[in-house]
């Protein structure tokens, strides 16, 4: 899924492009994109684009007469700009989800599954908006103590609280595993247990992660004309997707917690002491067998 930074880029580039020119149409290619029946999207033909936003994980864009369009696009849903008279690239079959035509250009929305999770909500006024904020705080705008505040206001693990958008606004599971690998902090610390040493750590961490990617993305989007590649998963990642592979600050092979479709990578010498996490995938199996040490890990795994 699109994260703070993936999303930041995004708004940057539609912003340069569409405020102050007109959406003219909007093609539906799939039912299930349009959430909301009034306003109709035709509603927001002929006005100008006023500004674009990010609100957690989605885009907003504003219209004259306070209207909002609010875009979320989910886990595989990515946005392809096309200036007048060209094609957009990969935007076409069936991943093509939605075609919006400005005076400017056009903005393909494409989901990359088969499975339609992407939503367009249309609204009208502040008030329809503000629904669609979770309560989450912008990590960009709090200090040190707003931060801990937050964080310690309940005891989840470290993992569930960067990714609650009631908690922090944007963060999700691959940015998080890089804050924390980061912060040097286990995803499963709880954060009552924290002390302030170690809540400086993991806010500091969470504000160098997050500007380092989209200072990264911007450099990307700016040598392409547009942000091509929006993935969770990237070669200079350092533990996010990297199961297997070898740390880069110590070298230890990254280790995962697996659940449903999602996982959590982390390097068991960097952030839990040496002490691999309970993957479910195998502890299952192993119950109190469950290794203490990665030498006892990799010896049950055969080595690999």
């Known amino acids: 899924m699109p994260e ?27 039912v299930s994109l349009l959430r909301t029946y009034d306003p109709p999207h035709t509603a927001a033909y002929g006005k100008r684009v006023t500004g674009v ?14 209207l909002y369009f609010v875009l979320h696009l989910m886990r595989l849903g990515r946005l392809r700009w096309a200036d007048p008279g060209a094609k957009a ?24 599954g088969p499975k339609k999770r992407a ?18 705080l912008e990590v960009f705008e709090i200090d040190l103590d707003t931060f801990g505040q937050r964080l310690r206001r309940k005891n989840h693990t470290l993992k569930r ?10 963060i999700g599971n691959a940015y998080s595993d890089e804050i ?8 499963i610390l709880l954060s009552q247990k924290m002390d302030d040493d170690q809540v400086e750590r993991l806010y500091q961490a969470t504000l160098r992660t997050l500007a ?28 996010h997707g990297k199961h297997g592979e070898p740390c880069p600050v110590c070298g230890a092979k990254v280790q995962r917690i697996k659940y449903a479709d999602r996982e959590t990578n982390y390097c068991a010498m960097c952030q839990t002491g040496g002490r691999p996490l309970a993957d479910r995938a195998l502890s299952r199996f192993l119950g109190k067998d469950w290794p203490k040490t990665l030498e006892e890990l990799e010896e049950r795994r055969g080595g690999r």
């Open 119 to 136: 939503s367009l909500h249309v609204l009208r006024g502040a008030a329809g908006l503000a629904e669609h904020d979770r309560g989450g």
């Open 53 to 66: 936003s990010r609100l957690g994980k989605r885009i907003v864009f504003a219209f004259e007469d306070d």
């Open 180 to 187: 924390l690998h980061a912060a040097g902090l286990s995803p």
């Open 212 to 239: 380092s990617w989209t200072d990264r993305l911007r450099d990307e989007a700016a040598a392409k004309g547009w942000l091509e590649k929006v993935t969770a998963f990237r070669p200079d990642m350092a533990v």
């Open 4 to 30: 703070l930074p993936d999303v930041t880029v995004y708004v940057e580039q539609l912003e340069r492009k569409l405020v102050g020119h007109p959406l003219q149409e909007i093609k539906l290619r799939s």
């Open 161 to 170: 609280a960067l990714t609650d958008p009631r908690i922090f606004s944007g």
């Open 89 to 112: 690239k990969n935007a076409g079959g069936k991943v093509l989800h939605a075609v919006f035509t400005f005076a400017s250009g056009t903005l393909h929305l494409v989901e990359m």
